[in-house]
Nanobody, 125 residues
Framework: QVQLVESGGGSVQAGGSLRLSCAASGNIYSRTCMAWFRQAPGKEREGVAS????????YYDDSVKGRFTISQDNTKNTVYLQMNSLKPEDTAMYYC??????????????????WGQGTQVTVSS
C-alpha cells in the first residue's frame, strides 16, 4: 500500500510563489513516475508536471513551463513542485500521484492508481 501526503498549498497574490511537497511512503519501490495534477472547479483533472524518480527526467505542461519546477529528494521520498509567477488561472486543487514505469511524460489521470488527498492553491489577482 502506498501513502501520498501533499502539503504547501495556500493563498497568494498573482506573481507570488508556493512550494508544494508530496511525501511518499509504503510500497513505493517499483513506482518511479511521480506527477502533479490539478483540478479546478468544473474542469477535468490535468497533469502539470512529472518526474521519473529513478532518472530525473522531467516533463511540464505548456501552461506551466518556465514557471513551475518539479524536483525530488530521494532521501526523504519527497517530490516538490516549486511554483513561481503564479497566475489566477493556476487556482485549483493540486494532487500528487504515483505509478510504476520509466516513461513519465504527458501524465494522464487514468495512468495513476495512487493519489494524495490534494492541497488547495488559490491565486488572487
Amino acid at each position: 500500500q502506498v501513502q501520498l501526503v501533499e502539503s504547501g498549498g495556500g493563498s497568494v497574490q498573482a506573481g507570488g510563489s508556493l512550494r508544494l511537497s508530496c511525501a511518499a511512503s509504503g510500497n513505493i519501490y517499483s513506482r518511479t513516475c511521480m506527477a502533479w495534477f490539478r483540478q479546478a472547479p468544473g474542469k477535468e483533472r490535468e497533469g502539470v508536471a512529472s518526474i521519473y524518480t529513478a532518472g530525473g527526467d522531467t516533463y511540464y505542461d505548456d501552461s506551466v513551463k518556465g514557471r513551475f519546477t518539479i524536483s525530488q529528494d530521494n532521501t526523504k521520498n519527497t517530490v516538490y513542485l516549486q511554483m513561481n509567477s503564479l497566475k489566477p488561472e493556476d487556482t485549483a486543487m493540486y494532487y500528487c500521484a504515483l505509478r510504476s514505469g520509466s516513461v513519465c511524460f504527458g501524465p494522464r489521470p487514468w495512468q495513476y492508481n495512487d493519489w494524495g488527498q490534494g492541497t488547495q492553491v488559490t491565486v488572487s489577482s
